[in-house]
């Protein structure tokens, strides 16, 4: 939908360091993660603004930038004349503040203090801070609409989750009219919706601001020592103390293009199983997170790549993906994918079996391997005969990664003896 007639500039938070997506954030920040079969985490945040008609957009690094900023310099630019149109680096640079001296950021909401200059700059009415490191689909505008209509300072996004899980997150507890009343970080006992007992909100990190209430907030805390300088923990608690009107927005009335039914699909991709489970929802019959919708494109690397390609035809020896996401380059040759990931230019050679797994690009999985429940990220030469996901002590005998959940992660250019 459009955004009414307000100038809106869009903050996305991409300095995550993402340590329990090790090996994965070995040599790169969690939104560089790839997924999906051809996209990086922060793809999605990108494309919601973008969908959401948001087109003047900060992304804020930090740690392990590289991979990051080589992605956004080659795929996400706009023409170079279009002045409002832009979406811009903005690294961490340890600015010397008199009352911070230099440092790099201090929590979230230290990432946009450190960056006021750009957004009085870009002359927005409206700051949207959003995460760079989450799988879902989000029309921003109308949440937007939601925050002007009840003429908010601060509007959080929300996601209803059952109050048994309200413990893992942040939880907003709202009156009848869904205006913020008390924060509970991870309470034993979350407190529920009015008239839905069974269901808590929240938080999903995701910020709408009025841009002169967020300066106001983001300058008060900066003088606070005692403050972490986060905004679910110390800006948002204590802008609701101090007198502001604080909203949440239900994520589940969000309305995507193209899709039926409620928009209820969010996830934190953290750890490596449940990165593991968000790529394998990708690949389900009718999957929660559609990366097929015409409606609401995805947009990522413009790479050029050949065809996927599947080869040979006998009983034992057969080129065939099932129940698979496969992209541009690959090439199965002889061999059986199932309920996989494929990137671009894996190549599995025949008689292997690849089940449940993420081949990252440049992937090849020798002849009569066996692969199960793995993560395999880039450029990985899998040798002939190999097993991995088979055997978690063989896996962990030669330096792989082995979780509770029991996927196997191969890091990025890993070499086997």
């Known amino acids: 939908m459009p955004i009414r007639s307000v100038k809106t500039v869009g903050m996305v938070l991409a300095g995550g360091k993402g340590s329990r997506l090790h090996p994965l954030t070995w040599q790169r920040t969690k939104p560089a993660v790839p ?61 010397l503040y008199e009352e911070l001296g230099a440092e790099w950021y201090r929590g979230t909401a230290d990432a946009i203090y450190q960056n006021i200059h750009l957004i009085e700059g870009a002359g927005a009415d409206l700051v949207v801070v959003f995460s760079g490191d989450h799988i879902y689909k989000m029309d921003i ?64 990190g995701n910020y709408v601001f009025t841009k002169s209430k967020l300066l106001e907030m983001l300058r008060t805390d900066a003088m606070r020592r005692d403050s972490e300088h986060d905004f679910g923990k110390n800006v948002l608690p204590t802008a609701l103390e101090d007198g502001y009107a604080l909203h949440a927005y239900d994520f589940a009335r969000n309305p995507i293009p193209g899709q039926s039914g409620p928009n209820t699909y969010w996830r934190d991709v953290g750890t490596l199983d449940s990165y593991h489970a968000a790529n394998m929802d990708l690949v389900a019959l009718q999957p929660d997170f559609d990366l097929f919708n015409e409606e609401w494109p995805l947009r990522t690397s413009a790479e050029y790549s050949p065809p996927a390609k599947l080869v040979h035809d006998q009983d034992d020896r057969r080129g065939q993906a099932l129940n698979s996401i496969v992209a541009g380059g690959v090439i199965i040759s002889g061999a059986t994918v ?23 690009d440049n992937v090849e999985v020798g002849r009569h391997c066996v692969i199960r429940n793995a993560i395999i990220d880039k450029n990985v030469v899998v040798p002939p005969g190999t097993t991995i996901g088979v055997d ?3 896996d962990r005998a030669r330096g792989l990664t082995v979780v509770p959940g029991g996927v196997t992660a191969v890091p990025k250019n890993y070499r086997f003896e």
């Open 35 to 95: 997924f999906g079969s051809k996209y990086r985490i922060i793809d999605f945040a990108l494309n919601n603004m973008i969908n959401s008609g948001i087109f003047g957009i900060f992304v804020l690094t930090q740690f392990k930038a590289q991979s990051l900023t080589e992605h956004i310099q080659r795929n996400w630019r706009f023409g170079t004349f279009l002045t409002d149109y832009f979406i811009t680096l903005a690294p961490a640079q340890m600015y």
């Open 338 to 360: 199932r309920e996989s990931v494929l990137f671009r230019r894996a190549h599995i050679h025949s008689y292997a079996s690849v089940e449940r797994s993420v081949l990252c």
């Open 392 to 394: 978690p002590e063989q």
């Open 141 to 204: 505008a109308h949440m937007i609409e939601y925050h002007l209509d009840n003429q908010a300072d601060v509007t959080i996004a929300a996601y209803p989750t059952p109050v048994e899980d309200g413990r893992r997150f942040g939880v907003l507890q709202v009156d009848h009219d869904w205006r913020i009343s008390e924060f509970q970080e991870k309470p034993e006992a979350p407190n529920p919706i009015p008239g839905r007992p069974d269901t808590c909100l929240a938080s999903m």
